[in-house]
Structures are given as structure tokens and as C-alpha cells.
Nanobody, 122 residues
Framework: QVQLVESGGGLVQPGGSLRLSCAAS????????MGWYRQAPGKQRELVAT???????NYANSVKGRFTISRDNAKNTVYLQMNSLQPEDTAVYYC????????????????WGQGTQVTVSS
């Protein structure tokens, strides 16, 4: 099984930036699609961004133009650069590794990170 470890979360003021990292370790045979989810208290889990094995990206409408997902396959690491953060972005952010090279839905997640808290507040 692949282990995913997130880092980079914390407290930031509105308008600020954070960069989340997700490092993968363990045994796996090929590069798969990766993604970031988030879940706020009392709300449903939301898919924030995905990136395929070929580095094609997709974003939720709520974060387009503000967030950027990227990956470094040589380092087995995925990043989420978050700019212009707003209080509505406050949530626990989870890194996910999909079963395929292209995301095929929420049920196609093979591995989850433990989550990292992002709080946007003055």
C-alpha cells in the first residue's frame, strides 16, 4: 500500500497563501492520477483539484484561478499552491492517489493522506 503524508497546513489571514505538499512512499507499480480533497465541518467532502499522470489538471470552480496543483514524479510528491485564500477555504485538506492514470470518480481513490488543517481567519 502507498502511504501519503501531507504537510504545509496552518493558519493564514484572508488574502494569504499556503503551499501544501503530499509525499508518497511505499510500493507501487506506476504513476497514477493524484488529487486534493477538502472537508469543512458540517459539509460534504469536496474534490478541489486533480492531476493526471501526464500532468493534466482540473479544478473545482470555487478555486479556479487561485489554486494550482502540480507534481514532481521524480520526488513522488504532489503540491497544492493556494493563493488569495478566503475564510470559505477553511477545511481539512486530504491528498489522494487514484487507481488509474486519469481520475474516474470519488470511488476510484486507492490511497488517502491523513489530512492537514487549513484555517483562514483574521
Amino acid at each position: 500500500q502507498v502511504q501519503l503524508v501531507e504537510s504545509g497546513g496552518g493558519l493564514v489571514q484572508p488574502g494569504g497563501s499556503l503551499r501544501l505538499s503530499c509525499a508518497a512512499s511505499g510500493s507501487f507499480f506506476s504513476v497514477k492520477a493524484m488529487g486534493w480533497y477538502r472537508q469543512a465541518p458540517g459539509k460534504q467532502r469536496e474534490l478541489v483539484a486533480t492531476i493526471t499522470s501526464g500532468s493534466y489538471t482540473n479544478y473545482a470552480n470555487s478555486v479556479k484561478g487561485r489554486f494550482t496543483i502540480s507534481r514532481d514524479n521524480a520526488k513522488n510528491t504532489v503540491y497544492l499552491q493556494m493563493n488569495s485564500l478566503q475564510p470559505e477555504d477553511t477545511a481539512v485538506y486530504y491528498c489522494a492517489r487514484f487507481r488509474n492514470s486519469v481520475p474516474t470518480g470519488d470511488n476510484s481513490v486507492a490511497d488517502w493522506g491523513q489530512g492537514t488543517q487549513v484555517t483562514v481567519s483574521s
